[in-house]
């Protein structure tokens, strides 16, 4: 396998996407991109209003991600961004080659739970549903990286970095 230059944290929202991101950055000394501010404006309003995503919406969003990751990408990066379905992952792996997607996998109810949680937010919880229908669970290790969202963050991290091409971290610690 390549060198690994990015990681997506993918999934509905609430699972803890951009919390095990950041912390997985922070870990690796890379960028962080957060997903959420790649939105076109029109997406967020459409979400505000409780209106799910078309993939006719989601495709200028994916766009952004990925120019978000091309820039940070000879140093590494960690981005967050749903990529639910297999096609979204493609198309980001199609602009950003050395990409692994890792998943938090947590049941409905902790996801509305967290959505809850979360005031402020423009992703209300009457969306969640929607979002799972719309998830394609990846067919293989090669398409993501699955872990239980429930875990505590830690161990979530610890178990990522161990399924990770083992250059990504010996990279990540020689450049700094």
């Not at 990409?99 to 969640?128: C, K, N, W, Y």
């Not at 669970?137 to 872990?147: E, H, K, Q, R, T």
């Amino acid at each position: 396998m390549n060198r690994i230059r990015s990681v997506v944290l993918m999934g509905v929202s609430g699972c803890g996407k951009s919390t095990l991101a950041k912390a997985l950055a922070e870990r690796l000394d890379w960028q962080f991109v957060e997903g959420d501010d790649c939105h076109p404006p029109g997406n967020i309003q459409k979400m505000s209003e409780g209106l799910p995503l078309t993939d006719e919406d989601r495709l200028p969003f994916l766009h952004n991600v990925a120019i978000a990751i091309q820039r940070h990408e000879p140093g590494g990066v960690v981005a967050s961004c749903s990529a639910l379905k297999r096609q979204y992952r493609d198309f980001i792996r199609s602009i950003c080659r050395d990409t692994r997607f890792v998943l938090p996998v947590l049941p409905r109810e902790a996801l509305v739970a967290r959505l809850q949680a979360r005031p402020g937010h423009f992703m209300p919880d009457s969306l969640i549903d929607s979002q799972l229908a719309t998830l394609e669970m990846p067919a293989s290790a090669d398409d993501a990286i699955v872990v239980d969202g429930l875990l505590p963050l830690d161990v979530q991290l610890d178990r990522v970095i161990e399924l990770l091409d083992p250059s990504a971290r010996i990279e990540s610690a020689v450049s700094r």
